[in-house]
């Protein structure tokens, strides 16, 4: 019952900034565990970076490490990912995604409940 629309996609240069927003409905966001995954062109859809509920226990993919920062802001019961120095093989459709749990302090990217439709970053000058 929860839907999860991306936002915030675009053309960007190298070294550029962006940040996605993913706005839920239909539940309460604190209530999942979060992630956001990428696909590029011809390949296989990847998890990027993960947090808990409690927002506590976080983990990011080593090629986005110190340029990725994953949040969320339950108050408006959105998350959102915010990428700096963007690289041209950051180029993918970015998809946000929850999982339903009970547990406050895990994440991961397997047996998500509820997709966003995802949105394109293009790196490129």
Not at 67 to 89: C, G, Q, W
């Amino acid at each position: 019952q929860l839907q999860l629309v991306e936002s915030g996609g675009g053309l960007v240069q190298p070294g550029g900034s962006l940040r996605l927003s993913c706005a839920a409905s239909g539940g309460t966001l604190e209530n999942y565990a979060i992630a956001w995954f990428r696909q590029a062109p011809g390949m296989e859809r990847e998890g990027v970076s993960c947090m808990s509920r409690s927002d506590g226990k976080t983990d990011i993919k080593d090629s986005v490490k110190g340029r990725f920062t994953i949040s969320r802001d339950n108050a408006v019961n959105t998350m959102y990912l915010h990428m700096n120095n963007l690289k041209p093989e950051d180029t993918a459709v970015y998809y946000c995604a929850a999982d339903f749990t009970f547990e406050i302090n895990t994440c991961g990217y397997t047996g998500m409940d509820y997709w966003g439709k995802g949105t394109l970053v293009t790196v490129s000058p």
